[in-house]
């Protein structure tokens, strides 16, 4: 399965973007996840979703902040980030794994190049 990230930028704080992951195959019976990677940190979650049900999760960072979605129909994920913060730059990339949603990116499959998103204060 080959992953596409796109909707990156930059983008003043306060501001909002809305990352979308559009996997090449199809990803049926997949979650997908997102993470982000600072330079010189260690790469994090930041929220998935299920194939069945659609159940989410996010990590306490961005809860409130950012929305995950996916389009079955469209095989598509998107992250849509509110009230960026400087902290919240990073590269981001989307992710897919067989079965249920895990927050350790270890347990993830597939995995897309990554776009950058770069908020400014």
């Known amino acids: 399965v080959q992953l596409q990230a796109s909707g990156g930028g930059l983008v003043q704080a306060g501001g909002s973007l809305r990352l979308s992951c559009q996997p090449l195959?199809?990803?049926?019976?997949?979650?997908m996840g997102w993470f982000r990677q600072a330079p010189g940190k260690e790469r994090e979650f930041i929220a998935a979703i299920s194939w069945v049900g659609g159940s989410t999760y996010y990590a306490d960072s961005v809860k409130g902040r950012f929305i995950i979605s996916r389009d079955n129909a469209k095989n598509t994920v998107y992250l849509q980030m509110n009230s960026l913060k400087p902290e919240d730059t990073a590269v981001y990339y989307c992710a897919a794994r067989r079965g249920q949603v895990a927050q350790n990116g270890n347990r993830y499959d597939y995995w897309g190049q990554g776009t950058q998103v770069t908020v400014s204060s």
């Open positions: 195959d199809t990803v049926s019976n997949y979650a």
